[in-house]
């Protein structure tokens, strides 16, 4: 049974901070901050309406490394952000490496294996990249966050399943392969996210 008293000054707290939140939330201040926000969120989606991998690329590094300078506040976030950042590295060499089909011939045959293959293509550094940045912008979008920030995180979620989409194209084209038929493209692609 509950310590008596604990949950109502829990309680008393939590409306506390509510209308604290509120009143900030009606502050200049803030109404500046969602409107850049807003701005981030755009050129977020411009970089996803591109259609450049690299592009997109180059967005997703600027979000890693601000966090990372900015707001990386305990050792288990640096770490995630630091392994991201690694992770980044890897698809960037790779969606070069991607565009020159003999060079890709070696990762293609280095992920011959059925379970380092997703719809016929190799599961690479690349595609893992994608599959694991979008499982933890999930993630963040699940923690304490307001609206504008939530909005922010599911614009990277979809760039992200967009560059999957691209480097996967890139694979294809790499390889001799032809686009993927739509059917086997909702399965196992590799972004369950």
Not at 53 to 65: D, G, Q, W
Not at 77 to 104: C, F, H, I, N, T
Not at 110 to 127: M, Q, T
Not at 157 to 165: G, H, I, S, T
Request: proline share 3%.
């Amino acid at each position: 049974m509950a310590k008596t008293g604990l949950i109502e000054r829990f309680n008393e707290f939590l409306l506390h901070e509510k209308g604290f939140t509120q009143e900030l939330g009606r502050t200049r201040t803030a109404r500046r901050r969602a409107k850049v926000r807003g701005d981030l969120q755009d050129v977020v989606q411009e970089a996803r309406q591109s259609g450049h991998l690299e592009t997109i690329l180059a967005v997703e590094r600027r979000f890693l490394e601000n966090d990372k300078a900015e707001y990386a506040n305990s050792p288990a976030m640096k770490s995630s952000l630091d392994a991201a950042l690694s992770e980044l590295a890897a698809a960037e060499r790779l969606s070069s490496v991607v565009q020159r089909p003999g060079d890709y011939q070696a990762v293609d045959e280095a992920h011959s294996l059925p379970r380092n293959r997703r719809g016929g293509v190799p599961f690479d550094e690349a595609r893992q990249f994608f599959s694991s940045q979008a499982a933890r912008l999930l993630n963040q979008d699940k923690s304490r966050l307001d609206q504008d920030e939530k909005q922010i995180i599911d614009a990277r979620k979809q760039n992200m399943r967009a560059a999957a989409k691209l480097y996967e194209a890139r694979q294809r084209q790499a390889l001799g392969l032809g686009p993927e038929s739509a059917r086997k493209r909702g399965r196992n692609s590799g972004m369950e996210i």
